[in-house]
């Protein structure tokens, strides 16, 4: 059962919010279509705290969501949904005014008015650039990202000089939209100004550096004070604590099974910054970690499953591999690479096969693309089994398709989105 819990608060947030603005008075006549739009205004607030909230990367995310990773695709509907807010505020709020000119209201002049103006084309400036951003890497996406704080405080300071209502005062509606504005704004400033001084409370120092396949980098770590406790499957965000290393806080899979005192990331370069890791880290330099985050976990699945992994993807799987497989679990691990240049750990993979854990490895440039018929021929059963896969979207997307069309009695695939654009 998926975890609902941040699905559910945020609708509960939505519902507390409409019934306190019902019961909510306004310290002039207004019509009420200007009602309505302050109200829509409202729930901009309420989207736009969780916003700011999903991207402190709080610990408790991976709860409320069912993973860190999962609750960056509540991020995006939820700046989405704000936005259309906006605009809806933007013209009901003309309508509404309209409506009381023509009824003979006489409104005074809003200096707080052109802020709210300035914070919506704000918004839709930066969310343009980060749309085009994702053509970027991630780290300039993230330098981008942290400008979005401009236009919330526009909005804000729009909010608390335009209202209508008494803002500050003890009404559940005041109360009520001033808590939603403080989790905002706390997790603002945490999130710009703290997160990469607080968060990387871990430190580990190179031990040793190998190149597992080709552009890819094996970095194992030893610890400098207490261990990060975590499951394999986990993923946590590392950055290097060397000047010399422009390389600053990524997400990555850990690539090994707990082990004391230690911790490991496999690395393939796909950018200028993994690039520059490769190029500058050394044996002895320091690095930091925050996390773990993640709840792909194999032991929560049924006992007959099915993993696949495709180039990089294997590391969760990996680690899962090196947990020591329960006896009553029937796993049948995929995995497929390009060429055995590019297969990182096909050896001691084949190594850990036992019973129940038979590992199957598909090299693509002997045997095309891995397909479910040729999943398939080794795995025949009826009884209910889960799949987790960890690889290129499309090729999950792909087998997913595929899986639905066959024999096999599929009863849930699990895969993270570890996408954080």
């Known amino acids: 059962m998926k975890k609902k819990s941040g699905i559910l608060i945020i609708l509960l947030s939505i519902v507390i919010t409409w019934i306190v603005w019902l019961f909510v008075k306004p310290t002039r006549y207004?019509?009420?279509?200007?009602?309505?739009?302050?109200?829509?205004?409202?729930?901009?607030?309420?989207?736009?705290?969780?916003?700011?909230?999903?991207?402190?990367?709080?610990?408790?995310l991976d709860y409320l969501f069912d993973?860190?990773?999962?609750?960056?695709?509540?991020?995006?509907?939820?700046?989405?949904?704000?936005?259309?807010?906006?605009?809806?505020?933007?013209?009901?709020?003309?309508?509404?005014?309209?409506?009381?000119?023509?009824?003979?209201?006489?409104g005074t002049k809003d200096p707080y008015a052109m802020f709210g103006s300035f914070s919506m084309f704000?918004?839709?400036?930066?969310?343009?650039?980060?749309?085009?951003?994702?053509?970027?890497?991630?780290?300039?996406?993230?330098?981008?990202?942290?400008?979005?704080?401009?236009?919330?405080?526009?909005?804000?300071?729009?909010?608390?000089?335009?209202?209508?209502?008494p803002v500050f005062s003890m009404a559940p509606y005041s109360i009520w939209l001033d808590i939603i504005n403080c989790l905002g704004i706390i997790s603002v400033i945490y999130s710009i100004f703290f997160y990469e001084k607080i968060s990387f409370k871990y430190k580990f120092k190179v031990k040793r550096l190998e190149t597992v396949a080709t552009g890819t980098l094996e970095i194992t770590g030893s610890a400098l004070g207490s261990d990060m406790e975590f499951k394999p499957g986990q993923f946590a965000f590392l950055k290097t604590l060397d000047k010399g290393n422009k390389f600053v806080s990524h997400p990555f899979t850990i690539s090994e099974a707990p082990k004391k005192g230690e911790i490991q990331f496999t690395i393939k370069s796909l950018g200028d910054h993994t690039k520059a890791l490769f190029d500058t880290l050394k044996v002895g330099d320091e690095f930091a970690v925050s996390g773990p985050h993640g709840t792909f976990n194999y032991k929560t699945g049924m006992k007959n499953q099915i993993w696949i992994a495709g180039g990089i993807g294997v590391t969760p799987l990996r680690?899962?591999?090196?947990?020591?497989?329960?006896?009553?679990?029937?796993?049948?691990?995929?995995?497929?690479?390009?060429?055995?240049?590019?297969?990182?750990?096909?050896?001691?993979?084949?190594?850990?096969?036992?019973?129940?854990?038979?590992?199957?490895?598909?090299?693509?440039?002997?045997?095309?693309?891995?397909?479910?018929?040729e999943i398939c021929k080794d795995v025949n059963t009826k009884e209910k089994i889960d799949v987790y896969f960890c690889g290129p979207k499309p090729m999950r997307a792909s087998l997913m398709k595929q899986f639905k069309n066959s024999n096999l009695n599929v009863a849930n695939f699990h895969y993270e989105q570890f996408q954080f654009k």
């Open 30 to 60: 207004i019509s009420t279509m200007t009602g309505y739009s302050q109200l829509l205004a409202s729930l901009a607030l309420v989207a736009f705290a969780f916003v700011n909230f999903i991207s402190t990367r709080h610990k408790s």
């Open 122 to 165: 704000l918004f839709v400036l930066f969310i343009i650039i980060a749309i085009l951003g994702k053509k970027l890497n991630y780290e300039r996406w993230k330098v981008i990202h942290k400008f979005m704080f401009i236009p919330y405080a526009f909005g804000l300071y729009h909010y608390y000089g335009s209202a209508t209502y």
């Open 319 to 373: 680690s899962f591999a090196q947990d020591n497989v329960k006896k009553d679990f029937s796993v049948d691990f995929f995995y497929a690479y390009n060429n055995a240049e590019e297969g990182a750990y096909a050896d001691e993979l084949q190594s850990l096969s036992s019973d129940n854990l038979r590992v199957h490895l598909f090299n693509s440039k002997e045997k095309g693309f891995l397909n479910v018929d």
């Open 67 to 106: 993973g860190l990773d999962k609750s960056y695709i509540y991020h995006k509907y939820l700046s989405i949904s704000a936005l259309i807010l906006v605009f809806s505020h933007n013209i009901t709020i003309g309508i509404g005014k309209d409506i009381e000119r023509a009824a003979g209201i006489r």
